[in-house]
């Protein structure tokens, strides 16, 4: 009959392999993610176009206008009007003109020239172009002069 | 003196499980943060206040007009390149493109790289269109996948009102 003499042995694991993947995964999450484009509203789909390629100097002062529609999950428009996605808040596009202003005193009390901030108009595909156009008058009334449109870039 | 006889060289265990905890903390972290984007490119559009749609004197060769006009669900009925009418459907914007080459010569000329593109979209129509007649206009990819460019300076018409034909 045997006596169980010895301790109870702690069944050691061997963490190495697993700490090894788990790096691994950090790394590669960490090189993935970007923050800069915290700017970006998922909700607006943009055009695809293959010209659109990611600019190779960043510019330098930038006011990101996002222009889409409010949807549902199956991607049916819940309001047909499109609407500007503004620091959490939805305005409709006739009463940005208000929010440009008050965007241009913030670059004048930076010293900052309007006519240097390019404002970056990230529009839904079903926009109607009028409506993008609209922005861009308001925008010019409160001073900015330069304008990029963004548009996802397309595989060939 | 002491003597190492029978060197008792236990391997000193570091504690692991601090820094495993640590770990998935980050990994949780990083993996809830990530979000998937797109790369995006954009089209640059000056639009002066002083200047609207003054053409310089000095210019010999007029700008380029591009008329699009929508159906009436917003999505595109016609192209019209001045005068000439391009027609609609899945080549309008390769045929627009091309018409575009022909008016400037050879992409880089220098006569004609201060021509201006104007586009004249209705109202209602789809941003899409708009945004593949600017891309139509600005110049086409070459077989390294390069942008070869025709036109740079692109500007809207004035905007039309809402129901206005």
């Known amino acids: ?156 | 003196m002491k003597i190492r006889s029978h060197s008792e060289t236990e391997k000193i265990e570091p504690q692991m499980a601090p820094m495993i905890d640590i770990v998935f903390q980050l990994l949780i972290f990083f993996m809830l943060t990530l979000k998937i984007i797109e790369p995006e490119g954009d089209f640059n559009i000056n639009m002066p206040i002083g200047a609207p749609s003054q053409t310089n004197p000095d210019q010999i060769f007029p700008d380029i007009k591009v008329k699009l006009v929508a159906d009436s669900n917003g999505h595109l009925a016609q192209v019209r390149l001045g005068q000439r009418n391009l027609g609609a459907g899945p080549d309008v914007f390769r045929r627009l493109n091309s018409e575009i080459l022909k008016i400037i010569g050879y992409p880089g000329n220098p006569l004609t790289k201060d021509m201006e593109v104007e586009i004249d979209a209705d109202y209602r129509l789809h941003y899409q269109y708009t945004i593949k007649a600017i891309s139509a206009c600005t110049g086409r990819l070459d077989e390294q996948g390069r942008i070869v460019r025709y036109v740079e300076k692109i500007k809207f018409a004035p905007p039309k009102p809402p129901n206005g034909e």
């Open chain 1, 1 to 156: 009959m045997k006596f169980q003499s010895e301790k109870p042995q702690l069944a050691e694991v061997d963490m190495t392999p697993m700490i090894d993947i788990v790096f691994q995964l950090i790394a590669f999450f960490m090189v993935i993610t970007n923050f800069e484009q915290t700017a970006a509203d998922e909700r607006v789909k943009l055009p695809r176009d293959v010209l659109a390629k990611p600019p190779e100097v960043k510019l330098e002062r930038e006011l990101v206008v996002n222009v889409g529609f409010l949807r549902d999950s199956s991607g049916k428009k819940l309001d047909p009007e499109p609407l500007v996605f503004w620091a959490g808040e939805n305005i409709r596009v006739g009463d940005m003109g208000a929010k440009f202003q008050q965007e241009r005193r913030i670059a004048e009390a930076k010293k900052q020239d309007p006519k240097d901030i390019t404002v970056v108009i990230r529009a839904d595909a079903e926009v109607p172009t009028g409506a993008v156009q609209e922005l861009m008058r308001l925008a010019q009334e409160a001073k900015f002069e330069k304008f990029a449109l963004k548009a996802a870039q397309a595989s060939l």
